[in-house]
């Protein structure tokens, strides 16, 4: 880790935003004349020194092929990447370093669930469960497998405040139930979803549970065994490491149990032109050369959070959400999108009938940047009645200069549009 | 870079809130929906050619950004009274101007010439153009067009 990830003072105030800031370097850059205030987190976070660091002192001094040669650089990258399954591993406090499945992401994570756990347990009439607030990553997976195999989505409502419908969710579990997919924490409301809860529910009738993780990691602590889940997966661009690599975690039997998913190199333990005989988990889920420094600055960016303290980003995140609701509520004609009681620092809004793009190039050129647009999750649009919602959306570098940013510039958009 | 006031200048503005022949044709011999799926807008055309190819009627229904909005609207205002061939060739200067940031507003655009500050912004180029694509999808007699 490099130092500039180590010692940030916690004091009662919270987070010490401004040296943490300086970690980030596209934060010193200015936006079209002004102050960055980056509020698009929930789509990926900015990456710290430390991770740009990680990544390239790989390349330049120690990077070659994993797995395979005796030579030193290859010895050093292995194990330099299988680090990062113990990190993972106390990151998310499995039990085994062996159930970390480095993957390129949440997406393949899910996929790689659905075809290779779930799809050869499926027959015709069998349901799979997920929820109204699923990205459409936790949507398509189980229709590709459910029109392959004749099982049906089932969708748990979504109240008006954004919070499941768990009366419903819990009726809604069947005798034919035979995995249920939920998103931890919902990308577009923000909402907490009671995944305990769930997870009791489901294991009172052994039906297996995958939390998508990529809206909970980066937020707050988890802990996948009091948790309770049987798969949980998150993205590395959002923990503040690099894109297009992540993680699945499976409980080790389920992992023993399941085929592989992309067949290849490094995944197996012998080949014959009559047959291949696969090697164990993890290795047994991933065919072909990795993303070697992608998945090894990932372990710097989990040692970053660590280094500033989960509880500590939390609380920072949920003093920023308090402050901006206070703020964007005065502003007439704002309309939150998703108000429940259990939320990450993830704010959708509307503002009278200004349309979320008019909204995001106005913004853009006040320096603030938010997600527009229906944020990978259109039918839960539908559900609230709006074709686009405006995204603000929280990260451990945010401060209350940028949510005033932000207040100032919807003030600006609102006087365009007056 | 355009200044935000020339992007979202008055007349834009105007047509975003108060859209000029937002309603069905009746009849009408052609028509396309148009959909951009990065942003959500949506856009339905339909208007009525007589045997000579002169559009008689045109009118769009659909929801979007002002960019896109004041687009449809304006488009429909500049087409009455075009033939077919005119039209294209007017999406054709429209588009130039789009999409080059050196060009000259050429006069002939009339109105269209307000949404020139557009091509400062890429991002958003699209939400001008989508009116224009769904008009040559209902030309060439598509029902569906999905800009990206």
Redesign the interface.
Known sequence: MSSSAANHSVGHRGLDVSALRADFPILQRPM?GKRLAFLDSAASAQKPQCVIDAERECYETYYANIHRGVYSLSQQSTQRYEDVRKTVQRFINAADEREVVFVRGATEAINLVAQSFVRPKLEPGDEILITGMEHHANIVPWQLVAEATGAQLVVAPVLDNGELDMDTFAKQISDRTRFISVVHVSNTLGTINPVEDIIALAKAREIPVLVDGAQSAPHMPVDIQAMGADFYCFSAHKTYGPSGTGVLWGRLAHLEAMPPYQGGGDMIRTVTFARSEYADPPQRFEAGTPNIAGVIAMGTGLEYIESVGREQIAAHEQHLLAYANAELEAIEGFRPIGTAAQKTGVISFTLDD?????MG??LD?EGVAVR???HCT?PL?ERFGV??TTRASFGLYNDEDDVDALVHGLE?VKS??S | MTDLSELYQAVILDHNKNPRNYRAVDPHNHQADGYNPLCGDQVHIELRADAEGCIEDIGFRGEGCAICMASASIMTESLKGQTLDEAQALFKRFHDLLTDNQREIDASLGKLGVLAGVRDYPMRVKCATLAWHTLQAALNDQTEVVAE
Do not use: S, V
């Open positions: 079209n200004i349309h979320a793009h008019d190039t106005i050129m527009t647009g229906h259109q649009m074709p686009a600006r365009l549009f």
